[in-house]
């Protein structure tokens, strides 16, 4: 079953003459439960593709499905709505709320979405991100590797369709990289968790099921990892 189906997206930024193609006719499908590293150059268009298939930005034309739903054809608010509950996004800079506390912030997609704490939900996230004794502490009096497995259990707080992970790691010292990638790997193999993750790390790619390489907003590659 295709949890995420990609049909001819394309995104052009500017006006005529001075218009720039960031994706040009972008076309695959992830199944779910199945982990993607998405690699390329800077500027390869790795990014705007993340933004277009977690509804952060609409595409110039194409179709982005997730869970069989076409997301454009949503307006504004209710693709907010969608994305909060499908759609777990982890960027690169953590984008957590400083004045709240992990539980809170873990909880947030929750709370946003008018519905009640999930009190066991957050508790087996807490113990599986490993800030069980952390749960009152503000972002700022954590680690970079303690506040991005934060946003880990943030994504994963609605039982999201996809996780999108844009550069997860990029932030990080060597130790706390390979402790998120194990937290999402974990994710991914316990919950069955489509994971789809944006790296320029090529250790971090060869660990996913399949990679998909991007130049000039174009797939050139779509490969297994043997």
């Given at each position: ?183 999402l790997k974990a994710a991914n193999k316990r919950y069955n ?34």
């Amino acid at each position: 079953m295709n949890i995420l189906q990609v049909e001819n997206l394309s995104k052009i930024y500017g006006k005529e003459g001075t218009q720039v193609k960031a994706l040009d006719g972008v076309s695959f499908s992830v199944k779910k439960g199945e982990f993607v590293a998405v690699v390329g150059a800077s500027g390869s268009g790795k990014s705007t593709l993340l933004h277009l298939l977690g509804g952060v930005d609409r595409p110039t034309s194409g179709k982005v499905y997730v869970d069989s739903k076409d997301i454009y054809s949503m307006d504004e608010s209710k693709l907010a709505i969608f994305r909060r509950r499908n759609v777990g996004l982890i960027y690169q800079f953590y984008n957590l709320i400083p004045t709240l506390t992990v539980e809170e912030n873990i909880m947030l997609p929750r709370l946003l979405d008018g519905r009640e704490a999930d009190k066991d939900k957050l508790r087996a996230i807490l113990e599986t991100i490993g800030l069980t004794d952390r749960r009152n502490h503000l972002p700022g009096q954590l680690s970079g590797g303690q506040q991005q497995r934060v946003s880990v259990g943030r994504a994963l707080i609605n039982d999201p369709a996809i996780i999108l992970a844009d550069e997860p790691t990029g932030n990080l010292d060597s130790k706390a990289s390979r402790e998120v990638m194990e937290l999402l790997k974990a994710a991914n193999k316990r919950y069955n968790q489509t994971l789809l993750v944006i790296t320029h790390d090529e250790k971090i790619a060869l660990q996913a099921d399949r990679i998909i390489t991007i130049s000039d907003g174009r797939i050139i590659s779509d490969a297994e990892v043997r």
